[in-house]
C-alpha cells in the first residue's frame, strides 16, 4: 500500500475526491493531511475519514524556507510515497521541492503551459480561448511548469463565469483526473525522471494525457 499525503488550503473537494477513490484502491491510501490554514475545511473533511491532519500556519514563519522546513518535516514524518499538493495556495521553494521532488504532484485549474499562476479562469475568458481547463503535473522549482501528466477541458460558454467555470472544472474535470494521476503513481506506471513525466517508460506528452483517455490505459487501482 501506498502512502499519500494531501497538502490542502480551503475547502478540500479535490481531498474528498481523492479518499474516496482510496476507498476504492487497494494501491494506496490517504495518511495524513497538513494545511496551512487554521480551521480549514480540508482538515475537518480528513479527520471525518479517520485520516490524521496537521496545521502549520505559514503565519508563524519569517520567510517561505522556514515554513517549508517545517513543512517537510512534518510530511516526512507521514513517511509518504507521494506528496500531493491539493489546492494548496503557497509557493513551495527549493528547500521543499528538491526534497520530495519526483514525488510531488500538484493540480492546477489551467491547461498548462496556459495559464501559470493565479486568475486562470478570467484570464482564459478574457483570452476568448474556446476551451479551460486543469492538469496534473509534477512540482519543479518553477511555478505551475513541471510537466504535465494528464490534463482536461470544458468548454467555454458565452455566459460563463470565472466562478461557473471554476466549479465545472472542478466536478467534472479535477475529481477524476487526479485519482488518475495517483492511481498511475501507485501502481509504478508513474514516474518522473531528469525533469521530464513518463508512463510506463514512454514520455508523456507535452501537455499531459488528455482526459477522458481515448484508449483506457492500464490501471490496477480497485
Ligand atoms: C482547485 O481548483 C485547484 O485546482 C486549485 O485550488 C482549488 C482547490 O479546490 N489549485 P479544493 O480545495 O480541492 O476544493
Known amino acids: 500500500m501506498k502512502r499519500v499525503v494531501v497538502l490542502a488550503s480551503g475547502s478540500g473537494t479535490n481531498l474528498q475526491a481523492l479518499m474516496e477513490h482510496a476507498e476504492q484502491s487497494k494501491h494506496w491510501k490517504v495518511v495524513g493531511v497538513i494545511t496551512n490554514t487554521p480551521g480549514a475545511t480540508c482538515i475537518k473533511r480528513a479527520n ?37 499538493l491539493a489546492g494548496f495556495m503557497r509557493i513551495l521553494t527549493p528547500v521543499f521541492v528538491e526534497r520530495y521532488l519526483g514525488r510531488l504532484v500538484n493540480i492546477h485549474p489551467s491547461l498548462l503551459p496556459k495559464y501559470p499562476g493565479l486568475n486562470t479562469y478570467q484570464r482564459a475568458i478574457d483570452a476568448g480561448d474556446r476551451h479551460a481547463g486543469a492538469t496534473v503535473h509534477f512540482v519543479t522549482a518553477e511555478l505551475d511548469g513541471g510537466p504535465p501528466v494528464i490534463h482536461g477541458k470544458v468548454s467555454i460558454d458565452a455566459a ?30 508513474l514516474d518522473f525522471q531528469a525533469g521530464k513525466a513518463y508512463l510506463n517508460n514512454d514520455l508523456i506528452p507535452a501537455e499531459g494525457f488528455s482526459w477522458p483517455l481515448e484508449t483506457p490505459l492500464p490501471t490496477t487501482s480497485s
Not at 73 to 82: C, H, T, Y
Open 160 to 189: 460563463d463565469t470565472a466562478d461557473t467555470l471554476s466549479k465545472r472544472i472542478l466536478t467534472e474535470i479535477e475529481h477524476n483526473i487526479f485519482a488518475q494521476a495517483v492511481d498511475w503513481f501507485c501502481t509504478n506506471q
Open 48 to 84: 471525518k475519514q479517520g485520516i490524521a491532519g496537521a496545521v502549520i500556519d505559514h503565519t508563524a514563519f519569517d520567510s517561505r524556507e522556514s515554513f517549508d522546513y517545517a513543512l517537510a518535516e512534518k510530511v516526512a514524518q507521514f513517511a509518504p510515497d507521494l506528496v500531493v
